[in-house]
């Protein structure tokens, strides 16, 4: 495949982004393997303890074990946040592509909606959401689904404008002469080399998605049994972890989470910087 | 800007504002066979130790009251009237209260901390965008650029509990929370004005500091573009003194994209806030939203959700008001 | 022999690319004299932009100037300090941009503009004799004094360029180098404005450098033209030699390929690829598309030779052999 | 005659402001053209930018609907063709675009669009057989198909594309071609050698050519016959030797006037010396003539009538009330070619 020829050195950010995201997993695997999980469920281990050989992370006000926490939240947060970006950009493209390939009213349409939603507080829409739908917590994977109703806006504006630029260029008038359909057009000739947007967008989308749930989670609106990186802020919060100097307990999601973010930041970020000067060296 | 522009743009405005009016009162509709205010209902009788008994009554005449048991459209007609007059009815746990004083209660807090911060955010981090961005710059201020790049990923909230530990906690210079002291009572006093800044000073710096690698990066992509502009090459080649060609031609030009960015982000900024509110209890809509959320006070919710939209709406149309001023282009159409 | 206004001495201006350097302006002679409007003529890849922005110091990396002399009047441009070289900079030599349509900044006054080169070049003044300076500027290049107040975006693409001549003579320089000016525009559109360029360089005597490839606009505004190929200059003669008597190959096969309206007849090109800047050229560089090649121009640089009516080429044919 | 492509009072109208303002711009008004087949000729379609002469191309091209009038093809309305004869005019109506940077996906080798049009209209039974079409096709362009085929578009200079782009259109064998500006971003030296590939084209396979353009000179070179065009209309036509050396149209006049001769001896004729237009400022409207505001010759009736063209010979006509005594044809008459 052409687009795999190019090799991601030249590009610092996403290098840098790929090497963190292959740390994620690495802890999310090796975690799985040499760490016994169910040490990350209540009174595991003695409450609030500080780290130690014993506890390397420490342990929760309930004896929960942090290292093993960690190792079982990662994975549910990253699970959200890929279903949740993932169904975010596949109605991003689908929308993006029909506004700016059909133009006309329907982009119209598209175009205003999503930027009237794009400046509603997401966070407080989704609290409404969430709140109304249970007065419980939500599972993880409806969680997932209530942050993908507002995570389509920003991919459908990105992939609109790249689409919207791309398809003045004569190549797609000449495809049409050649005897090709709307369909085979943005098929074989936009999308090939809009992938590296997609893709970028998937990144981006994932990331807003993860923030957007563990802020549901901080306000106590997440999985009440899932042990999901916000939950675990939101019961050290809910026990003033701060006030009682229990560092331990908020400082690791904190960490993980910087750490997710930043990767998916350098990531998607560096893919837009690589696929720019491959379609400005037409 | 002509009238009908305007008219078009306020058309805009009311719509957004109907439309998450009806998105309140439709979702708690969707659910099926669940009436949230109901089961609020019977959850505070039963907490009391009281028998549930004679509940249903007190249920039956609390919808009567709120004409909970008309037709569906009747009840929508009648909300409409209400939010119209921003009226969202009584708090639930804080009954009799009614929603709106709570709100009016919390909403200077809030409007001080997300002016101030989103502000002083938007104000040094365009700056320090464009500094990065413009060849004459001297080289150290490229070493601004990656710790930027990296705040600008971390989530406010993320950055405010870090703060939170390390200035509240360890080292004790700022308060761990809180709008003013307990004690104090608000009135005009140098010495109020300034324990108010005093416990604000984190909330806004972990907003500031998340902020302005955002706003920087933006900024700075759009200055490298525009440093290869037809017309700042010619400003340079008329000998145009460097520092009006950075900030007349150069700044002047890149602002204009920064305040439809600055439009579109005020979403984002706001759901940021509610959370620091949350972390530092700032006395704020942010942390009133929360203590509704924990109390399941729904009317508290929508009315404070319903803020928050008419308020994000509204800085938006000000912001495409404001637009025109700043780019003649859309100000004198071609004539 | 007329006072010379700019002398430009083995000019070389190169850019290392991945691929090499590319020697965009490999070596070039030549004098503008006062008054004189000398054409630049060259397809693309030529390096006449590249000379022309050389000759302003506006040369940016990866480009440098490798070697040679800039004297205009004499001052050594080549040798002035940032500084110094923005105060020359519209006072004593000054440039009309090519793409007129956003070379204006579009969120400033037209007015204004002009006034900024004023104050920056210490001309400023009270608010009153700044605005008749710019009315009466705007009358020389055949605008009306009202466009002051307007907003680049509501003027058409000629009145555009016109306020850039404004700008360009505001300072009364010695020296106005015009890349390409009316290339975006319209040929009626182009007609009026080089009919007010050339007035308004008659009214001032400036000597002017007009960057271009097409040949036309060279024949009619021009006192003499120099041909650029592979960032050398070719030939330099009369406007009138240059058609009548090109003595250099490749300037007579650009004359012959121009369509023209008098006689139809079937159109020659100039056969082979545009030159490679980048690998070292020993001998003429246009061996490789040169009807008339011959051994010594694969492998000896040609020499300068000059005509009896000021014609200088260098070829390694006898003078005349051409026509 | 069979006719091939007949433009029957075409009009485009373009809206552009959102709720706003509405600003309506007449791109195409009320053009009237055939392109016969068996004849064949080269005409060229020249006008100033904002002429609406790509337009008028995009609609031929069948790439733009038009606002108003119909386009058949071989009789057929366009827009009622069943889908075998759509796929016919497809293929037989083709075009060669202006900027050879951006009529390639850069995704894809430059082969790809040979291989696209040999696949969907099946020109060729075997693989073998497609490429010994395409080398066939890149050497009648004078170009080296190990020298081009296999490559990249960013690995080619702007000549060598534009070329392989008339390959393509050598390939296609189709029945009409329209050139949108293709050589104005091609240098001096290449242009000759592209515009004479055209011309081969033409005599041997006898296709149609629309040449538009802006540059009057390539025009008289190519074309047999020539329109101009301003402001959505046609408002002179005929011989190109005839129109060009005599121009009668006020705007054809000032067009031809405005060419710089590459000639130093004829100077051009000093601006000054023509008189001011009488009617300058004037909005232009429908019902009009549209050159009013810039014609030096301008009377009051040519701001209120809708002008028919004037047959003033055989083969000319033009729209414009000087020639009123010649015998008129009505606006929308056919410009058979």
């Known amino acids: 495949m052409n687009v795999f020829r190019y090799l991601p050195t030249d590009n610092l950010r996403l290098s840098i982004g790929l090497l963190l995201i292959l740390g994620l997993v690495a802890f999310w695997v090796l975690g799985g393997i040499f760490i016994d999980l169910d040490d990350a469920n209540p009174i595991s281990g003695a409450p609030s303890q500080a780290p130690s050989m014993k506890y390397w992370l420490g342990t929760d006000a309930q004896g929960r074990q942090m290292l093993p926490l960690m190792v079982a939240g990662v994975p549910i947060t990253l699970r959200i946040g890929l279903i949740a970006g993932g169904l975010g950009v596949i109605a991003g493209t689908t929308l993006g592509f029909t506004a700016g390939y059909f133009r006309g009213w329907i982009d119209t349409v598209i175009r205003s909606a999503s930027d009237v939603v794009l400046t509603i507080p997401a966070l407080a829409v989704l609290v409404v959401v969430a709140s109304t739908l249970s007065s419980g917590g939500l599972s993880a994977n409806s969680m997932a689904l209530i942050v993908a109703l507002l995570s389509w806006m920003w991919p459908t504006r990105t992939i609109r404008a790249q689409v919207l630029s791309m398809r003045e260029r004569s190549f797609v008038d000449m495809a049409r002469l050649s005897g090709m359909g709307n369909y085979e057009i943005i098929v074989r000739e936009l999308l090939p080399n809009l992938f590296p947007y997609l893709v970028a967008s998937f990144v981006a989308a994932v990331a807003a998605a993860i923030l957007a749930a563990i802020g549901l989670e ?56 690589w696929a720019n000067p491959k379609l400005r060296r037409t | 800007m002509t009238t009908r522009q305007f008219g078009a743009r306020l058309l805009v405005f009311l719509i957004v504002i109907w439309a998450a009016a009806s998105l309140i009162f439709i979702l708690p509709h969707l659910a099926p066979g669940r009436n949230p205010v109901r089961e609020r209902l019977i959850q505070q009788a039963a907490g009391g130790g009281g028998r549930a008994l004679g509940i249903e009554a007190t249920i039956a005449a609390f919808e009567r009251d709120f004409g909970l048991d008309k037709p569906l459209w009747r009840q929508y007609l009648v909300f409409m009237g209400n939010t119209a007059k921003l009226d969202f009815g009584t708090s639930l746990a804080l009954y009799p209260t009614k929603v709106t004083t709570l709100i009016w209660q919390a909403l200077p807090w809030t409007l001080g901390l997300v002016g101030v911060s989103t502000l002083l955010a938007f104000g040094l981090g365009s700056l320090a965008g464009a500094l990065l961005a413009w060849p004459g710059v001297p080289r150290f201020v490229q070493f601004l650029f990656p710790p930027l790049m990296v705040m600008s990923a971390v989530p406010y909230f993320l950055l405010g509990i870090g703060l939170l530990f390390i200035f509240a906690f360890k080292w004790s210079w700022f308060p761990i929370g809180g709008g003013s002291p307990l004690s104090s009572y608000p009135e005009w006093t140098i010495e109020y004005i300034w324990q108010i800044t005093y416990h604000a000073v984190l909330p806004s710096a972990s907003i500031v500091l998340s902020g302005i690698g955002f706003w920087a990066l933006g900024m700075r992509g759009m200055m490298v573009s525009i440093a290869n502009e037809d017309y700042i090459t010619l400003a340079e080649m008329r000998g145009l003194k460097p520092r009006r060609i950075f900030m007349q031609y150069g700044l002047r030009n890149a602002l204009l994209p920064q305040v439809t960015a600055l439009g579109l982000a005020l979403g984002f900024i706001v759901s940021g806030i509610i959370l620091v509110e949350f972390i530092f209890r700032y006395p704020g809509i942010g942390s009133l939203l929360f203590r509704a959320i924990s109390a399941f006070d729904y009317f508290l919710i929508y009315g404070v959700v319903f803020i928050l939209i008419v308020g994000i709406a509204l800085s938006t149309l000000l912001l495409d008001l404001v637009y025109p001023l700043l780019d003649p282009r859309i100000r004198h159409g071609k004539d | 022999m007329a006072e010379i206004a700019l002398k430009v001495r083995d000019l070389a ?131 009306d004094g009202e466009i ?112 023209h309206t008098r006689n139809k007849e079937v159109m020659k090109g100039i056969p082979g690829l545009p030159p490679s800047l980048v690998e070292t050229i020993n001998g003429c560089p246009f061996n490789p598309r040169c009807p008339y090649v011959m051994d010594k121009c694969l492998t000896q640089k040609p020499p300068q030779k000059e005509t009896e009516n000021n014609t200088k080429f260098a070829c390694h044919l006898p003078i005349g052999s051409l026509s | 005659m069979s006719l091939l492509l007949e433009a029957q009072n075409i009009s485009k109208v373009f809206s552009s402001g959102g709720f706003g303002q509405q600003q309506k711009t007449v791109a195409v008004d009320r053009v009237t053209l055939n392109l016969s087949s068996d004849t064949g000729s080269i005409i060229a379609l020249a006008g100033e930018s904002g ?147 055209l011309r081969e084209l033409h005599k041997t396979d006898n296709m149609s050519i629309l040449y538009i353009t802006h540059d009057l000179n390539t025009a008289y070179q190519v074309a047999d016959n020539i329109m101009i065009m301003y402001r959505g209309n046609i408002v002179e036509a005929g011989d190109v030797e005839k129109v060009i050396n005599h121009p009668e149209h006020p705007y054809t006049k000032l067009l031809v006037n405005s060419i710089p001769t590459p000639d130093p001896t004829k100077k051009w004729t000093n601006l000054s010396t023509l008189s001011t237009p009488p009617f300058r400022g004037t909005a232009i409207g429908q019902g009009m003539c549209k050159f009013v505001d810039r014609c030096s010759v301008a009377v009051e009736q040519c701001k209120t009538s809708d002008l028919p063209f004037y047959l003033t010979s055989d083969t000319r006509r033009t729209r414009c009330l000087l020639y009123e005594e010649s015998s008129p044809v009505p606006v929308d008459a056919v410009l058979d070619y």
């Open chain 1, 218 to 273: 901080a306000l106590g609106l997440g999985p009440q049994n899932d042990p999901t990186l916000g939950m675990t802020i939101y019961w050290s919060m809910f026990y003033g972890a701060v006030l009682s100097g229990w560092w331990w307990w908020y400082a690791p999601p904190i960490v993980v989470l910087v750490w997710i973010f930043v990767a998916l930041y350098m990531t998607s970020s560096g893919l837009d910087s």
């Open chain 3, 13 to 143: 201006v190169h850019f290392d690319t991945r691929v090499g350097t590319v020697r965009a302006v490999d070596g070039v002679d030549f004098d503008l004299f006062v008054g004189e409007k000398l054409g630049l003529v060259g397809e693309s890849g030529s390096g006449k932009t590249t000379l022309a922005l050389a000759i302003m110091r506006m040369i940016k990396s990866p480009g440098r100037v490798d070697k040679g002399s800039i004297l205009l009047g004499d001052l050594d441009l080549l040798s002035m300090t940032n500084t110094e070289m923005r105060e020359l900079r519209s006072s004593e030599i000054s440039m009309v941009p090519q793409g007129a349509m956003n070379a204006l900044n579009p969120v400033r006054k037209v007015g204004a503009q002009i006034i900024d080169g004023l104050m920056d070049h210490g001309r400023g003044g009270d608010k009153e004799s700044m605005k008749s300076a710019v009315q009466d500027l705007l009358e020389q290049v055949d605008l």
């Open chain 3, 148 to 259: 002051s107040d307007r907003y680049p975006h509501q003027l058409s693409g000629g009145m555009q360029q016109r306020v850039t001549i404004a700008m360009a003579i505001s300072l009364g320089p010695k020296v106005i180098i015009a890349d390409e000016p009316t290339s975006a525009l319209d040929v009626v559109v182009q007609r009026n404005v080089m009919d007010t360029f050339e007035r308004v360089q008659a009214a001032t005597g400036t000597s002017v450098i007009l960057v271009g490839h097409d040949m036309g606009l060279m024949a009619q505004f021009n006192d003499r033209i120099a041909v650029m190929y592979a960032g050398r200059i070719v030939e330099i003669a009369p406007v009138e030699e240059i058609f009548a008597r090109p003595q250099h190959p490749y300037s007579k096969l650009l004359v012959s390929s121009l369509p």
């Open chain 4, 51 to 197: 002429s609406g002469k790509t337009t008028l191309g995009r609609i031929l091209l069948g790439l733009e609907t038009p606002t108003e009038g119909k386009l058949l093809y071989k009789g057929k309305d366009l827009t009622k063709l069943g889908n075998q004869e759509r796929k016919t005019f497809r293929r037989e109506v083709q075009a060669i675009f202006q900027d050879p940077f951006s009529v390639y996906n850069p995704f894809y080798k430059i082969d790809h669009i040979f291989n696209v049009a040999i696949g969907k209209y099946n020109l060729a039974s075997s693989k073998e057989e497609a490429r010994h079409m395409v080398e066939e096709a890149i050497r009648a362009v004078g170009l080296r198909p190990e020298e081009t085929l296999g490559r990249y578009p960013h690995q080619l200079s702007g000549g060598q594309r534009q070329r392989i782009i008339v390959a393509r259109v050598f390939l296609l064998k189709p029945k009409v071609i329209i050139a949108d500006e293709p050589v104005s971003m091609v240098d001096a030296s290449l242009r000759a050698t592209i515009l004479e590939a």
